[in-house]
């Protein structure tokens, strides 16, 4: 079966760095995405990984290893408005999107 | 990014009325678009699948002939859920997708309240 997994809960601090990791297994691979999702609100697209490396843009970079089935969503600087469900997808042979459940992301002050 | 649009942002209808949703694609032309149903405190559960000119592909246990799809062009999607009821209420999010790149882009939303 096609399955991906992320931690269903994280809390840290503002300022500081925070890593989401996600692991899968699907049916081929077209891709990884990252989205964000605030409470009450649609997704928002963060990342796009095809290949395996670490794509950054401002604040959030995301890494991707295929080999591993592995991939992370790094946050830094952290802001109180970075609160919010990050939900991890891959995109199977059929170019279907498969959900993780999401990681609510809580910070501190 | 591109833009998606969702109309209306929110309904509240009675039980046993219809309610139609539509799904636009702003500054892009979407070769297929998704509906999905988000309950409180829920992952994102797509519901079907649709392409352009084409029948949607409805998940399982999602019922066809509650929930209709039309795609009738690349920037329109609407989604009528028929005779409502207060199950149905719920978050509905469309999203599309252009034929390259494969990012889904989402529409801001829908909350149904079925009274």
């Known amino acids: 079966g096609q399955n991906i997994d992320q931690p269903t809960e994280m809390t840290a601090t503002e300022g500081a760095i925070v890593q989401i990791n996600c692991t899968y297994q699907?049916?081929?691979?077209?891709?990884l995405f990252w989205y964000q999702q605030h409470a009450g609100e649609a997704p928002t697209f963060l990342s796009y990984?095809?290949l395996d490396g670490l794509e950054e843009k401002g604040r959030f970079s995301s890494f991707l290893s295929r080999s591993k089935g592995y991939s992370y969503l790094l946050l830094k600087e952290l802001q109180m408005k970075d609160s919010a469900s990050y939900l991890c997808?891959?995109?199977?042979?059929?170019?279907?999107?498969?959900w993780g459940a999401g990681t609510k992301l809580i910070i501190k002050p | 990014g591109a833009v998606v649009s969702q109309h209306p942002s929110w309904v509240i209808c009675k039980s046993g009325t219809s309610v139609k949703i539509e799904c636009r694609s702003l500054?892009?032309?979407?070769?297929?678009m998704f509906w999905y149903r988000q309950f409180p405190k829920q992952s994102l559960m797509l519901m079907a699948t649709s392409n352009e000119g084409s029948k949607a592909t409805y998940e399982q246990g999602v019922e066809k002939d509650k929930f209709l799809i039309n795609h009738a062009s690349l920037t329109l999607s609407t989604l009528t859920v028929t005779s409502a009821h207060p199950e149905d209420s719920s978050f509905y999010i469309c999203?599309?997708?252009?034929?390259?790149?494969?990012?889904?882009?989402f529409g801001p939303g829908t909350r149904l309240t079925v009274t």
């Open positions: 997808a891959v995109m199977d042979s059929n170019y279907q999107l498969i």
């Open positions: 990984n095809v």
């Open positions: 500054d892009f032309q979407a070769t297929t």
């Open positions: 999203s599309a997708r252009a034929s390259e790149p494969y990012e889904q882009y």
């Open positions: 699907t049916s081929g691979f077209n891709g």
